[in-house]
């Protein structure tokens, strides 16, 4: 690997410092480039640095859990045991159960709790409301952050094209449940009806003969059991966009050297500072490395020898490198003076702990305490 593909100490530092020093970092980015791992290596980091940590995925692949060495990843906290001085723990996000969890904490009785749970149009919604997985993805960083067990927390985002999908979700789902439209022409009380009586009634028989009745009976009993529960709603939400906007949170953009990924990653950054947020680091995975140091361009091989075959070969692969850096550099640009860090092409997937803490290595550097065990695992 030359010079110009290897993460310098300085970056190597700045990587590690998000993860020994900041309460939250969010992996944010296109989806196929390894975003969870990335992750869950920010996550491993902070353990190895001592600290308690706890990475949310919302890739409900198997992936992540075998690379932790754990059976399941449930919608709670789950121990990684590992020779770490600090904690690590992942869970694997459950829309519908945390959108269930905020249900119980702001219904006013367990069966108003009981009656939204059941309703098919929420029941529906929960899981694929625009917005819903990205809110409730920030919902349980506000959750862990403030249980007050975790020093840091890392977030696996859902794969965005837009940026503001994901910081403005708290506010978009409150409006949906808070739509004076809806709530005057579904939410059958007496002043509602006396207002509208005539209008509401004719728009309630048109909408049956569309959507037919049980689905309008459906959306009439959904706000009516949310009525009361808007507040709690509204000020939670107003507690996630707080997080979301404090300096101390962290966004990663990682991306892989694919041009579709670096423009979708560009897009994002470009969109995170729109909003006054700043891109933390950058992380490029999937690089493929250099193995010589421009050498090979002056040695001179017989035509058809294997010396002359191994030659070409060193030559097509610092020729895709030189591509890979060329397709990427305009991200660096626009993300300067933030790190960047870049993990080579691995041989294999991620599929242990050794892996991962192979990966961990190439970003944040081998631990000195860690040196000599297998592959650096933290």
Same mark, same amino acid.
């Given at each position: ?6 993460? #310098? ?28 791992? #990335?992750?869950? &290596? ?5 353990? $190895? ?7 949310? =995925?919302?890739?409900?692949?198997? $992936?992540?859990?075998?690379? *932790? ?9 789950? =121990? ?7 904690? %690590? ?19 006013? &009785? =367990? ?32 959750? %862990? &952050? ?13 794969? =965005? ?11 978009? %789902? ?61 000020? $939670? ?35 995170? !500072? ?36 191994? #030659? ?14 060329? &397709?990427?550099?305009? *991200? ?27 990966? !961990? ?5 081998? $631990? ?11």
């Amino acid at each position: 690997m030359s010079a110009a593909d290897e993460i #310098v100490p300085d970056a190597r530092e700045q990587l590690s410092s998000l993860a020994g020093q900041r309460p939250v970092v969010v992996c944010c980015g296109p989806g196929g480039v390894g975003k969870t791992t #990335v992750a869950a &290596t920010f996550a491993l980091e902070a353990a $190895r640095a001592g600290r308690r940590a706890c990475v949310v =995925t919302v890739d409900p692949a198997r $992936r992540l859990a075998d690379a *932790l060495g754990v059976e399941s990843l449930p919608n709670a906290p789950t =121990t990684v045991p590992g020779p770490w001085p600090g904690q %690590l723990h992942a869970l694997m996000l459950d829309t519908k159960g945390t959108f269930d969890d905020l249900v119980d904490r702001y219904a006013r &009785t =367990t069966e108003q709790s009981g009656s939204i749970k059941s309703n098919r149009l929420y029941q529906n919604l929960a899981g694929a409301l625009s917005g819903t997985q990205e809110y409730m993805a920030m919902e349980k960083l506000y959750e %862990l &952050t403030e249980s007050g067990d975790f020093d840091v927390v890392v977030v696996d985002t859902p794969p =965005t094209r837009n940026a503001l999908d994901l910081l403005d979700a708290p506010r978009r %789902l409150t409006h949906f449940l808070e739509n004076r439209i809806f709530r005057a022409l579904l939410v059958p009380t007496r002043a509602s009806l006396r207002v509208l009586a005539v209008a509401s009634k004719a728009l309630v028989r048109t909408i049956s003969k569309v959507a037919g009745a049980e689905m309008v009976q459906d959306a009439i009993a959904f706000f009516q059991a949310f009525q009361g529960m808007e507040q709690g709603f509204h000020d $939670r939400a107003a507690a996630v966009r707080q997080l979301l906007a404090d300096p101390s949170t962290a966004y990663v953009v990682v991306t892989s050297p694919r041009p579709d990924a670096v423009e979708e990653a560009a897009f994002f950054a470009a969109k995170l !500072a729109s909003t006054g947020v700043s891109t933390a680091a950058l992380v490029v995975n999937r690089v493929h490395p250099r193995f010589g140091d421009g050498t090979a361009d002056h040695v001179s091989a017989p035509a058809g020898s294997d010396l002359a075959a191994l #030659v070409d070969n060193l030559g097509r692969l610092d020729a895709t490198a030189d591509r890979e850096q060329a &397709t990427y550099a305009g *991200l660096v640009r626009e993300v300067a003076p933030s790190p960047v860090g870049r993990v080579p092409l691995l041989g294999s997937d991620v599929h242990d702990l050794e892996a991962l803490g192979t990966v !961990a290595d190439h970003l944040f550097g081998a $631990r000195q305490a860690e040196k000599g065990g297998p592959a650096g695992v933290g």
